[in-house]
Nanobody, 118 residues
Framework: QVRLVESGGGLVQAGGSLRLSCAAS????????MGWYRQAPGKERELVAT???????NYADSVKGRFVISRDNASNTVYLQMNSLKPEDTTVYYC????????????WGQGTQVTVAS
C-alpha cells in the first residue's frame, strides 16, 4: 500500500503562484511515475503533469509553460509549482502514484482545493 498526502492548495489571485506538495509513504519502493491530476465538478479527472522516477515529464497543453512538476526521490515527494494561475485552474488537484513494480496499482491522494480569484 502507498499513502499520498497533499498540501499547498488555497486561494490566490489570478496571475499568482502556488506550490503543491505530495508526500508518499508506505511501499514507496513500488512507485514508478507520480503526477498531478485535477477534476472539476461534473467533469472527468484530467491529467495536469506527470514525472517518472528518471525525471521525464509530461504536461497537459493547458498548463505548459506555467506549471512545473518536480520530484525528490529521496523523500518520495512530488511537487507542482503553479505560476501565472488563471481562474480556469480553479478545481481540486489530486496526487497520483503508479506502482508498476507492485501489481501495477494506482494510488490517489485525498485532493487539495486550488481557487484562483479573478
Amino acid at each position: 500500500q502507498v499513502r499520498l498526502v497533499e498540501s499547498g492548495g488555497g486561494l490566490v489571485q489570478a496571475g499568482g503562484s502556488l506550490r503543491l506538495s505530495c508526500a508518499a509513504s508506505g511501499d514507496t519502493i513500488c512507485i514508478s511515475a507520480m503526477g498531478w491530476y485535477r477534476q472539476a465538478p461534473g467533469k472527468e479527472r484530467e491529467l495536469v503533469a506527470t514525472i517518472t522516477s528518471r525525471g521525464d515529464t509530461n504536461y497537459a497543453d493547458s498548463v505548459k509553460g506555467r506549471f512545473v512538476i518536480s520530484r525528490d526521490n529521496a523523500s518520495n515527494t512530488v511537487y507542482l509549482q503553479m505560476n501565472s494561475l488563471k481562474p480556469e485552474d480553479t478545481t481540486v488537484y489530486y496526487c497520483n502514484a503508479q506502482a508498476k513494480r507492485c501489481g501495477n496499482l494506482t494510488y490517489w491522494g485525498q485532493g487539495t482545493q486550488v481557487t484562483v480569484a479573478s
